[in-house]
C-alpha cells in the first residue's frame, strides 16, 4: 500500500468517528431525530465499507 492510500485511509476513519460522534450528540439533544439518523448512518457504513474493500482490493 502506498503512503497516500494509508493517508486516505486514516483520513476516511477520522471523519468516520467525527460523523459518529455528531450523530450520537444529535441523538442524545434531540431524541425524535432517532430514526432518520440511524438510517443515515447505516447508509454511510455502508458506502464506507464498500470503499474499504475497494482499497483492499486495490492494494493487491
Not at 477520522?14 to 443515515?40: D, I, K
Not at 448512518?41 to 483492499?56: D, H, R
Request: charged share 5%.
Amino acid at each position: 500500500m502506498s503512503t497516500l492510500e494509508l493517508l486516505v485511509a486514516l483520513l476516511l476513519v477520522v471523519v468516520v468517528l467525527l460523523l459518529a460522534g455528531c450523530v450520537a450528540y444529535v441523538v442524545h439533544r434531540h431524541p425524535a431525530w432517532n430514526r432518520p439518523l440511524t438510517a443515515a448512518f447505516a447508509v454511510t457504513s455502508a458506502m464506507l465499507t464498500a470503499i474499504g474493500v475497494v482499497v483492499a482490493l486495490s492494494s493487491r
